[in-house]
């Protein structure tokens, strides 16, 4: 059997070659133009290129090619059906083209027969998927989802596409008396057809013939101006993305800006980088980030999908405003809790929280559109040394009162210590928390570990980052690892996931290694090896809060259950769990101000708690414990730190 092209419409093949050029051109000019706005110039091109690294090829494979973030979800399912189907029949068409122009037999004889039903095979997952989206964007109408005449362009018209490619290879093989089971579901769209108009089928299939290849022509120019742009460019934004979702880029030279009188962070488009400009042209509109986003969820202004999507416009559209508050109101960017999820979810890699970060940066690093009480935040700080702007007499009473019940130390230099424990502004100034620290204390002093304290502590730079603050951040960030380098410590032992998360991730970007620890990894290390004896267990029903900088940004979400199964009989999970948690809404410097919109994200939370039954909300961060315990006790429940509970459950 051999090729037929052109099956009645050998006299249109100019219309094909011209065509065919026609939209390379588009395409190509389209594609260029947008690179344009993603780079200042080729150099930056090329030290782009040159950072390729094997993350990057193993990127491709994983996340591009098996799609495996993409199909997290069911609807993520349904797109792989699109996908695979749309490769097959891309392959299909080179094929086809190299068959007719350049290496005539290539697809004859038995190569055709799996040729043709290959194409059938892709055709038909390409069919079914697009029929399940179209079901789902009708029936189910997903809030998430955009419904602009973009959307049903490219949906109906990719449908359009398949069912006329179909009937067209149909007509063909049954005018060319191929049988059936060669191109099984062509021949049924064909036999269809040629039954409904069969007088005038030459006709028909040139007029059918022509739509196709125009309305194919006529979408792929439109794909760089679209939101089917992220076909191409997610390509890249994958290969390109960073190692670790948690290490957040820092302002290099932000004293020297600073000195000089600069701005730092984003303040106009051409202020981001190459990457973020390259996430916003690869936004996929799926709206997962918005879905578990509990800004939005609770109310409040911030999509983080919408968010990039205006950024992406703003971006094609070469807007040169100030970003905050005149193309994005300031609120939208104040309402986020730097919780991640976002960026966890999302199937492309885009990091919207290190855009927000940088815009909260840039209107901070101008004094504008801050709210009060960040701004007041910030001011203790720099006066203070920590976020409540309190005196540390009183701290210092209290660590004295520590030394003298469990024996802790202050650390000297030249003494080795088991751990330094870094208590964190919480701890540092709320006597209810100090009771949480104490409890870990006795745990670790009843072991015989040396633990000392830092006579004083500042602030480790938590919040005031992200607030915006990345000179007070990193000037802080420095000062703690210079005190910290002076101390011989196995490892810095905090009770913070902010903390925790801040001297791990955020001082190793500045190249400042720490090697600290969350108290529920060392507990649970101790349990392990059976140097914790529990004693009694918790006998009512309890329930765990996963704080966002331990599970998501930090995959630490076994642990403290692997605990709770040693120390309590009733542990029952929430809906929202481990990488899946939902925020507490103190992250993000939210503990120090408040968006005064929409619902409390607390209450839901604490709501979420309350469904399972528990009479003990269990947490192990201190923001998680003063944010939710309000809300916990209204609803008749006893909020407990984590390590309070193993200290009860050891006590004889
Ligand atoms: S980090 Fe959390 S609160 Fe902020 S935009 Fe992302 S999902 Fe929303
Ligand atoms: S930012 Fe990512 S998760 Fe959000 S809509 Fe775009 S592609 Fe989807």
Redesign the pocket.
Known sequence: MEFPHFFLTQDLYIIVLILFFIIIFVLSYGILTLIKKIFNNFKEILDVLKSLRFNSLRNFFIYWLLQRKVIKTTRGWLHLPIYIGIIILFLGTVIRAIDYYFYKGLVSGFSYVIFKLFMNLGGFMVLVGLLALLIIRIKIKPS?LTYTWVDWLFLLGLLYMIITGFMLSGIVTIKTDRPLWVDPIGYLFGMLIISLIEANIEIFYRILWLSHLFLSQFLIALIPWTKIG?WFF?FFNIIFSRKEISLIRPILDINKLVEKGENFGVIKLKDFSWKQKL?FL?????????TKCPAFNSGKPLS??KL??SLRYALIKGKEDVIVPNLIDPNIIWSCTACGA?VY????F?H?FETILDLRRGVVSRSENVPEQALATLNNVMRSGNTFGLSYYDRDEWINSLIEKYGVEYAEEGKEYDYIYWFGCNINFDTVQRQNAEALIYILRKLNFRIAILKEEMCCGEPIRKIGDEFTFQNNAKQIFDMLSKCKYKSLLVSCPHGYNTFKNDYSTLGYKINVKHYVQLLYELIQEGKIKINKKFKERITFHDPCNLARWNNIYEEPRKILENVADNFNEMKRIKTNTFCCGAGGGQLFYQIQIGERISKIRTKEAAETGAKTLVVACPFCYSMLKGDAEEMGMEIKDLAKLVAESIEE
């Open positions: 998430e992220h997610s996430d690869s936004c996929t509109f799926c709206g997962r980030c918005e983080p999908a990039i999507q976002c979810e999302c199937p492309v885009i919207q």
